[in-house]
């Protein structure tokens, strides 16, 4: 994984030592995180064209995030559904 999104691991990691961390999510393209009294996400991402930004927007959840380079969809955050043990493939 890329250094440059491995330091937002490393700050959603001091902020869940603090109870502070929101949410956190991270893939070999993005990584994202928001505080529990934010509203905006922090999100970096690294796009397969080459492409790096760095944004913190408010987003609606399920997240998406395209690349504003070449559109390409970056992040897709999955809803979480809780209805029971259905096995997907
Ligand atoms: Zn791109």
């Not at 937002?8 to 994202?32: C, V, W, Y």
């Amino acid at each position: 994984m890329d250094s440059w999104l491995l330091e937002f691991r490393e700050i959603a990691k001091r902020l869940h030592d603090e109870g502070k961390l929101g949410m956190f999510s991270s893939s070999n393209k993005h990584a994202a995180y928001k505080q529990v009294d934010d509203e905006k996400v922090h999100v970096r991402y690294i796009c397969p064209c080459g492409h790096k930004e760095e944004i913190y927007a408010i987003l609606k959840s399920p997240y998406q995030v395209k690349c504003s380079a070449c559109k390409a969809l970056v992040w897709k955050s999955k809803l979480r559904k809780k209805r029971g043990p259905k096995a997907k493939a």
